[in-house]
């Protein structure tokens, strides 16, 4: 597939969730039509789809069916099994590809990806065993975060480890196995970089975030990151290298510490649009959905450049929906509600983008900037 996708064709979206549904949703402004495949009816992508299957992702009759039905796949997390791919990628262009999915999927596989790119990471171990975890440990030392290599999000499938016997305790419960080691990080700050990368390897980033927490649930990221200019430049850099060792056609999410001294070490990657990249959609041109949808379609790249400041705040949970009229009579935020029905605690229901004159947030007044928020 080289030619870009004309107006009207269709782009298959593997998964159901809001990265799918803003995905879709970026899509149809393109002209295109997205048919969504998830085990879930009803999920977000289905809600605002031009076509759906409710499906297993390892029915194949199924599979053969939707890739009949597109032009091109693409997916929108990256917990959808690499069989699936396998399936799919004989017939009908799959983007990102099979590699890309895989790699993102192990995070043992991840950090030999991303040393061998050129991104520093933090000292790990593999731990298959006690013996292993035995040696990670006096290899690395404690503090550690132990860490499942697989299906791991929003702080599951991970311990923090004090003592020893944190450790022991923290093998036993964390599955599947294998378990990864990694040396505790005192962060600064936690960012992230968005590149999209087309399929004649031209690739854009958009400005690097700044990424705070709560019960490991995204909460807030500010756009621009409050960071040396030269840090910010780094972390552009290592993105885009990241997308070119894995050929990807697409939007790449790379999430970073930032030490005290300025050092950034790559966390986490994930090949498809990212809930730190909410922001674009209304403080850019071109957001991360629509760069997305323009790269996997063979179309030109859009802007990334920024024309406001922002703060986006993610809406997890029933505490956050009661706040929802509240918030909508704030004047300068943007709503976005992603369709779900249930509010239940940690589930991410929608996100609130605060657009903020070009340049206040370096301003330093952070309290004015989340005041009503
Ligand atoms: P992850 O699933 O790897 O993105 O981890 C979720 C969160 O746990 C990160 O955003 C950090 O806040 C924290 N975390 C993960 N790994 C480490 C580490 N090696 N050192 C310090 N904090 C970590």
Not at 12 to 37: D, F, K, T
Not at 327 to 353: C, E, F, T, W
Request: glycine residues 8%.
């Amino acid at each position: 597939m080289n030619a870009p996708l004309p107006p009207g064709a269709r782009i298959g979206i593997l998964g159901g969730g809001q990265l799918g549904r803003m995905s879709a949703m970026a899509a149809a402004r393109l002209g295109y039509l997205c048919h969504v495949y998830a085990p879930e009816a009803d999920s977000p992508g289905m809600l605002v789809a031009a076509k759906r299957t409710v499906a297993a992702y390892d029915d194949v009759p199924a599979l053969r069916r939707f890739a009949a039905s597109i032009d091109v796949a693409t997916f929108e997390f990256e917990n959808v099994p690499a069989a699936t791919l396998d399936a799919l990628a004989p017939l009908v262009p799959c983007r990102p590809g099979v590699t890309a999915l895989r790699i993102c999927q192990d995070r043992l596989q991840e950090k030999r990806f991303l040393a061998a790119a050129g991104v520093p990471v933090a000292p790990w171990h593999a731990v298959e065993s006690e013996a292993d975890l035995a040696a990670g440990l006096a290899a690395i030392g404690l503090p550690a975060v132990l860490k499942t290599t697989r299906l791991g999000y929003d702080g599951r499938g991970q311990a923090m480890l004090r003592t020893a016997e944190d450790a022991a305790i923290a093998f036993v419960r964390l599955a599947p196995k294998p378990l990864i080691l990694e040396a505790f990080v005192p962060f600064i700050a936690e960012l992230s970089a968005i590149v999209v990368r087309a399929a004649d390897g031209t690739s854009a980033t958009f400005d690097p975030t700044e990424n705070r927490h709560e019960h490991h649930i995204l909460d807030l990221s500010f756009a621009p990151a409050r960071i040396p200019a030269e840090v910010a430049a780094r972390a552009r850099e290592y993105a885009v290298a990241a997308a070119a060792g894995l050929d990807l056609i697409g939007v790449l999410a790379l999430e970073y510490f930032l030490l005290p001294d300025g050092q950034l070490l790559g966390n986490e990657m994930a090949p498809r649009p990212h809930n730190s990249g909410h922001w674009t959609m209304d403080a850019c041109l071109c957001s991360q959905f629509d760069q997305h949808i323009r790269a996997i379609a063979g179309l030109p790249l859009g802007s990334t450049e920024r024309h406001h400041d922002v703060v986006m705040k993610n809406l997890v949970g029933p505490a956050a929906m009661t706040r929802w009229p509240e918030l909508l009579s704030l004047p300068d935020v943007v709503p976005h509600l992603y369709g779900k029905q249930d509010a239940r605690p940690g589930r991410k229901m929608g996100h609130i983008n605060r657009l903020l004159p070009l340049g206040r947030l370096a301003a330093g007044d952070e309290a004015t900037c989340l005041r009503g928020l």
